[in-house]
């Protein structure tokens, strides 16, 4: 029997005993969730090694409410990897949507190249502002344009995607 009567809850602290910023209603408003480590693209110059592949869907969700209830976010930043690679993206966005936080896909953008329909169905699911795409410069010239041309998709698509870059080096 764990610390706080469940069985199995004895790794959690109880959240009354953690430090909480009084100056805010978020103790961090951004949240972290790392949901695989494959991605489509190569960069020369990235850190990413492929250990683990796509994280299984209970393992994220068990996340996502973890930082619900223990880091009071208002956002959480699924990054990876790409994270648009993860065969269940549409069902891990629509999770944190319905936990009432905004969820930010952090992503290359190549995946969305020529494809409004997951734009779309990305949208609908809850994926709010934008996927912060790359440029990947250091994925070579045909990387660059894949990005370069997502990032041109995206923003003439419906729904509107306000993009932002960040570039590879």
């Excluded at 790409?82 to 269940?88: A, D, K, T």
């Excluded at 020529?114 to 994926?127: C, H, S, T, Y």
């Amino acid at each position: 029997m764990g610390t706080n009567g469940v069985p199995g809850q004895h790794l959690k602290p109880r959240k009354r005993n953690m430090y909480r910023l009084p100056w805010s209603m978020n103790d961090n408003p951004i949240g972290w969730l790392e949901i695989t480590d494959r991605c489509n693209i190569y960069c020369k110059g990235c850190y990413r090694q492929q250990l683990v592949g796509h994280f299984p869907i209970e393992q994220i969700k068990d996340d996502i409410l973890f930082l619900k209830e223990y880091r009071n976010c208002d956002n959480i930043s699924i990054a990876g990897g790409e994270p648009l690679v993860h065969p269940q993206i549409l069902e891990i966005v629509s999770f944190i949507r319905e936990h009432g936080m905004k969820p930010l896909i952090l992503t290359n953008g190549v995946r969305l190249n020529n494809n409004i329909g997951l734009a779309r169905e990305l949208k609908a699911a809850g994926a709010l502002a934008s996927p912060s795409t790359s440029t990947a410069r250091s994925a070579g010239p045909a990387g660059s344009a894949r990005a370069r041309s997502s990032c041109a998709n995206c923003a003439s698509s419906t729904p509107r995607w306000s993009l932002r870059s960040a570039a590879c080096s």
